[in-house]
């Protein structure tokens, strides 16, 4: 028996849905680390998420990695039987894959037009515990664009609203006849907030062809779609986030994340550039 190559059937972190961000590209080199619960059909999952992006050109070309890090791991006897888990292992330790992205800003935001980025990602098949449904034994990639614009008030307590839509076109190769499975992606974004603290609600999935072809099982499992509320508190170089996912569709897990990100002038490239002088701190 092969078990779908879908998110719906191995580990939360195997093949998620892609996060997209604010529309724009920082000026500094900024780290994030996170640490995540993930809970839901018999599968409990904790882990450490590190992800780091270069801006190449300040606010306009920026190299980003990042990946899940000591991943613990305990799902049911039932769900260990359903996912055809080697040995009936039941709990245990990974490292996830690796993802390479390139961001390039196309067009700049101004009062007339919004931001317009298009981001190329490349996603590795290091993941460990393959052969227990942690993660795909099979590399993958995606392009999508994110398009994002700002409504400024004059309130205190809300200044900016910030709309952002994330489109694109995501591919991984599945273990059956080397099959490659092919999906939209697509996502929403609303985030409010002010200079202190900020506030966003997303939505956001992909759609895999399996999901309804009919030579393959009605409930594939690649068409996962997911809701996320993140709130974010901003300091001068160091923000701090909480943030809650929940899986509406072929994502059976809920995600609780606590995580800082922060800024290392001495690890970004300077051009001389006074946009990099002169940017905001952190993210």
């Known amino acids: 028996i092969t078990t779908p190559f879908s998110t719906a059937w191995f580990g939360p972190n ?30 409990q999952t904790e882990n450490g998420y590190a992800k780091i992006e270069f801006p190449l050109i300040p606010e306009r070309v920026s190299f980003k990695v990042w990946s899940t890090i000591l991943e613990h791991y305990q799902v049911t006897d039932l769900i ?6 080697q040995k009936g292992h039941t709990t245990g330790i990974a490292n996830g894959d690796v993802y ?20 190329t990602t490349l996603k590795t098949a290091s993941g460990t515990n393959q052969q227990y449904e942690r993660y795909f034994n099979t590399p993958g990639y995606y392009f999508d664009a994110e398009i994002g614009k700002s409504i400024h008030t004059k309130g205190s307590f ?22 490659q499975d092919d999906a939209p992606m697509y996502g929403g974004k609303i985030i409010i907030g002010n200079e202190s603290w900020k506030l966003e609600n997303s939505l956001s999935g992909y759609w895999g062809w399996m999901h309804t072809n009919i030579h393959y099982q009605s409930n594939y499992g690649d068409a996962p779609m ?36 922060f800024t290392m002038n001495k690890i970004t490239p300077n051009y001389g550039s006074p946009t990099l002088k002169n940017s905001t701190e952190g993210l």
């Open 14 to 43: 195997a093949n998620p849905v892609p996060e997209f961000t604010d529309a724009t590209i920082p000026a500094k080199t900024t780290i994030t680390l996170t640490g995540d619960y993930y809970f839901g059909h018999g599968d």
């Open 80 to 85: 260990s039987t359903e996912r055809n888990m």
């Open 100 to 119: 390479f992205q390139t961001r390039i800003l196309l067009l700049k935001e101004n009062i007339n037009t919004p931001a317009f980025i298009v981001n």
């Open 158 to 179: 809300i200044n900016e609203i910030r709309g952002v839509v994330n489109f694109g076109f995501m591919c991984w190769e599945t273990e059956k006849q080397s099959t």
């Open 226 to 261: 997911v809701y996320n509320a993140k709130i974010t508190k901003l300091c001068r170089n160091i923000n701090y986030f909480a943030q809650y996912e929940y899986g509406i569709h072929d994502f059976p897990y809920h995600m609780v994340r606590l995580g800082v990100s």
